[in-house]
């Protein structure tokens, strides 16, 4: 092998150049869909970690730990052994290098557009869930479910999830020092470092938690971590009683014995109390600490030998601020990736919404057409369209005219309160909104229904008040037989149903 090093050196360098070459090629096009961009920027991820894994070969070449290289630019400068013909060492080195060749082939030297070139149209394999869109909505069903049927979630809508879930910081202390929330955290900061990866993957997120962990340690010494200030660290009473055994999920004794003596023991062991007599004892010594701090329990309760009362209170302090400062890094890190998928995150909920106000056949209908306009995409270059007045684009892909822009007045802007106060451009899109999916929900929400008579009102307070008058008036119009049915007596007398009843009643008809 060492005869053939500089030709693999050579060869690894040639390698380098090209898919630097591909690289500069393939951003130098400009992607035609979401799609598109994906496919490109995990291409140019992959020759990026070619590249890498190449250049990490080279260095153990040049650094030569075991002298090959040096010996065989010795052999090619002629040094060799005292006694061998120069002209003999020459052609012992072209036949081998001959031979290198004949066993492999691949390593020809070709035209990099040659044999590079079907890399810049590979489209390779990215997994997304059907709910994720392929990169354009997150997926967060499981981590709902986990949160929703957790002790410190509340019972709330997906949608609303997705406003609560960045915000950590308001969750109780007590509750956050329990393995299920760490469970749950772990499962939220995997998903979105995997989400982020995939639709990002150009993006350095070590070098963003690097900065992350670096701006985290100065805060915490500084006790200024957000939901984790200096004086919840020092409050021995709320970390200590964290146990191997949360005691929030227990309000009795009795409840606490389904625990096991083994486990009863290790928690005692932990919090420097005796770990003696029978299960009823252990579980009623370590059910004191719920209420109780270790400082203020008696003398009695803690094993001999141990470090004493202020050791093992400092101990379990300090323990439990290590665990702290691990949830409280992942915390960071969930809202810096948050803060980094916020337009994301906005553009789920708005689909969420959008579903929740669409039937089943219309949801298939809009699918199919998606599906049919991704395929239909073009990927062949395009030239950059010249559009500075950023004019919307007409059903040829180019900008609409100027004239027809004024003329339909698509620089104004009208703003529908129902809607959630989203913007409509033009007096046509105003008009065409009232009839759908945003303002049907909007008034779906408010109870009222989505009739003409509401059309060209986009105010709840003035959309509430007609309803209030619509309702009184259909009050006074209803039809009211006791008042109004006709009866007619043996004369011909006409009464109305109460007076024709009445007097039916006294015998006087």
């Not at 080195?93 to 082939?105: G, V």
């Not at 146990?243 to 420097?272: R, T």
């Not at 689909?351 to 699918?367: D, G, P, S, V």
Request: proline letters at 3%; charged letters at 35%; a negative charge.
């Amino acid at each position: 092998m060492s005869s053939t090093l500089l030709e693999v050196t050579r060869s690894a360098h040639e390698e380098a150049e090209r898919f630097e070459r591909l690289i500069v090629k393939d951003l130098q096009r400009e992607p035609t869909s979401n799609r598109e961009r994906l496919f490109q920027n995990h291409r140019v991820r992959n020759m990026i970690e070619s590249i890498i894994n190449t250049t990490e070969k080279l260095v153990e070449i040049y650094e030569d730990d075991d002298g090959a290289r040096k010996d065989e630019i010795a052999a090619i400068g002629g040094q060799t052994l005292s006694g061998t013909n120069v002209f003999s060492a020459f052609y012992d080195r072209l036949k081998e290098i001959r031979e290198y060749h004949r066993r492999h082939p691949v390593a020809r030297v070709v035209d990099a557009a040659e044999e590079y070139e079907d890399l810049l149209k590979e489209e390779p394999r990215i997994e997304f869930s059907g709910e994720e869109s392929f990169g354009r909505y997150l997926d967060m069903h499981e981590l709902y479910n986990e949160y929703v049927n957790s002790k410190f979630g509340e019972q709330i809508e997906y949608s609303a999830f997705l406003d609560v879930f960045p915000q950590t910081h308001k969750i109780p202390r007590n509750l956050k020092m329990t393995s299920q929330y760490k469970d749950y955290l772990e499962h939220l900061l995997e998903y979105l470092i995997s989400y982020f990866q995939r639709t990002e993957p150009l993006q350095d997120l070590d070098r963003i938690f690097l900065k992350v962990e670096t701006e985290f340690e100065e805060l915490w010494v500084d006790g200024m971590v957000h939901g984790w200030d200096s004086k919840g660290l020092e409050n021995g009473h709320l970390l200590a009683r964290e146990s191997v055994i949360d005691l929030d999920y227990y309000s009795s004794v009795e409840e606490l014995l389904e625990v096991g003596s083994e486990k009863l023991k290790e928690a005692l062991e932990a919090l420097g109390l005796k770990r003696g007599g029978t299960i009823q004892q252990r579980a009623e010594r370590l059910f004191l600490t719920k209420n109780t701090p270790l400082d203020q329990l008696d003398k009695k309760h803690f094993a001999k030998g141990s470090r004493g009362l202020e050791e093992s209170n400092a101990a379990a302090v300090s323990q439990q601020i290590d665990a702290g400062k691990e949830i409280a890094l992942m915390e960071v890190k969930i809202q810096r990736l948050c803060e980094l998928l916020n337009e994301t995150i906005v553009q789920t909920k708005e689909n969420i919404e959008k579903k929740q106000a669409l039937t089943y056949e219309e949801m298939e209908a809009e699918r199919e057409e998606e599906e049919v306009q991704a395929d239909t995409e073009s990927d062949e270059d395009e030239q950059q369209i010249y559009n500075p007045l950023k004019l919307p684009m007409g059903w040829d892909g180019k900008p609409i005219p100027y004239w027809l822009y004024k003329l339909h007045g698509l620089g104004q802007e009208f703003k529908c309160e129902i809607c959630g106060n989203h913007s409509y451009w033009g007096r046509r899109a105003f008009e065409r909104h009232f009839k759908e999916w945003r303002h049907q929900h909007g008034m779906r929400c408010l109870g009222i229904p989505n009739t003409k008579n509401f059309n060209e009102i986009t105010s709840i307070k003035e959309a509430k008040v007609l309803w209030e008058r619509i309702q009184e008036r259909q009050g006074v119009n209803k039809w009211r037989p006791d008042l109004e049915e006709e009866y007619e007596d043996k004369e011909g007398n006409i009464y109305n149903k109460k007076t024709y009843t009445d007097l039916q009643r006294q015998g006087l008809i």
